[in-house]
């Protein structure tokens, strides 16, 4: 009878540990994501929840992820989509139709929530320009031009978000033909294409020992430069070429997903990522601004010049167009 009262007892605590256990709840993001874990971790205990980090690659493999997954989703909300693929996503059927309402912000993402932005841009090495006492390009057609040839590295716009963006930006301030007509000089001109941005900043970016002092990448990176040197550098050795048709704004969100199995969790995340502490870690969590109105900035990002300037085309024409037009870059640069 003992044996009997301590097998229930056991069992008893087995069901309530069981019934108390944390809601996991899966975020999809891209492999950028980087918020401090006390940020997650204060989320979880605010809503007895278990936050999943699923990560998908970088953008633009999200959103395929998304799709190839959208009757059995990866997760219940995602956060990375961008205005370059974010109205594909939509189309797609991977965003709920219905959204948690938004803070107040300084941009909007239809569809999401607006998390943060920032530019993608040419970044340069100023040393290296410096040392080799060459002039820098003043217009993308410079950068075609025989003395720039070998000097430039950019990610793939079909599988990195901000090559993406970088491709948007030559199409809404050049024109598609004539956008498309400078790459096929820019391929002639050795243009080296990687898979990401991390693979063209940590291996190929001439300032990490790499041969390219030009890199397409973001205008808050000069800012990031002189916070990670940890008080050895009050200057960047980086600059940033805002060129015509060479920026672009990239507006980040965040948004529940279609057939999320944990939806009302996902929801409460998804306004959790727009929350002041959030926004407050986003600028040197992640390199980019905070979306919500009002947020301060750290002092650091006084070396995040701002373009006065940015080039993209529609929502309605990237959706429409975005297939064909990485179909077109890829036959026109790799192939």
Request: net charge positive; proline share 6%; aromatic share 8%.
């Amino acid at each position: 009878m003992t044996i009997l009262k301590n097998l229930l007892a056991c069992a008893a605590v087995l069901l309530a540990h069981t019934a108390a256990a944390a809601t996991e709840v899966r975020l999809a993001v891209h492999d950028s994501f980087d918020l401090p874990k006390s940020l997650l971790a204060k989320f979880e205990q605010q809503h007895d929840a278990k936050v999943v980090l699923i990560k998908a690659g970088d953008g633009n493999e999200l959103l395929n992820r998304l799709i190839i997954s959208k009757n059995q989703p990866i997760a219940d909300a995602v956060y990375g989509l961008d205005n370059g693929n974010a109205e594909k996503a939509r189309s797609a059927g991977v965003l709920a139709a219905q959204q948690p309402e938004s803070a107040p912000t300084v941009i909007t993402l239809s569809g999401m929530l607006a998390v943060d932005y920032g530019f993608v841009a040419l970044n340069y090495d100023k040393k290296w320009f410096a040392e080799k006492k060459l002039p820098l390009p003043k217009s993308l057609h410079d950068l075609a031009q025989p003395q720039y040839k070998d000097l430039t590295v950019m990610p793939n716009p079909a599988t990195s978000t901000p090559g993406m963006a970088f491709l948007l930006a030559n199409i809404g301030g050049l024109g598609e033909n004539q956008a498309f007509a400078w790459w096929a000089k820019m391929r002639q001109n050795g243009v080296k294409i990687t898979k990401g941005w991390s693979e063209a900043y940590n291996t190929e970016f001439s300032l990490n020992g790499g041969a390219r002092p030009i890199m397409v990448g973001y205008a808050s990176s000069p800012a990031a430069e002189v916070f990670y040197s940890k008080n050895k550098k009050n200057v960047p050795d980086m600059g940033n070429l805002f060129l015509n048709g060479g920026v672009y704004r990239q507006i980040e969100g965040a948004a529940v997903l279609n057939k999320a199995q944990q939806p009302v969790l996902a929801a409460k995340l998804v306004q959790y990522l727009q929350s002041p502490a959030v926004q407050a870690a986003v600028p040197t969590a992640m390199w980019v601004y905070p979306a919500v109105r009002g947020t301060p900035l750290p002092a650091v990002m006084k070396h995040a010049s701002l373009p006065k300037q940015h080039w993209s085309p529609n929502d309605k024409r990237i959706a429409d167009n975005r297939k064909a037009w990485v179909s077109r870059w890829t036959k026109t640069v790799l192939k």
